[in-house]
């Protein structure tokens, strides 16, 4: 009966400690993961109220957000 108690804790104590390793990192949202690549672009960022801005060499972003929290993301290569 010690023995399987003792199997029992070691089990459980295994599972924990697996279980905590785990990757619990947020996920970033699309207009995080869209800001954070133009930032490291070295974009020109301008806020206003509801609306980024971001525009680099090469192409031109705008995020909008309205009333209810919804995006717009417009995305646009420069030609």
């Known amino acids: 009966m010690r023995k399987l108690t ?3 804790l ?14 619990t ?11 954070d690549d133009m930032q490291n ?10 609306k980024i801005k971001m525009e680099t060499e090469d ?5 909008k957000t309205d009333d209810d929290g919804n995006t717009k993301i417009k995305q646009k290569d420069k030609e």
């Open 6 to 8: 003792m199997i029992a």
């Open 25 to 35: 990192e947020p996920k970033k949202t699309q207009t995080e993961e869209i800001i």
């Open 10 to 23: 070691l089990a459980g104590f295994f599972t924990l400690t697996v279980s905590s390793c785990r990757d």
């Open 59 to 63: 192409e031109k972003v705008k995020i």
């Open 41 to 50: 672009k070295g974009a020109d960022i301008k806020v206003k109220d509801d």
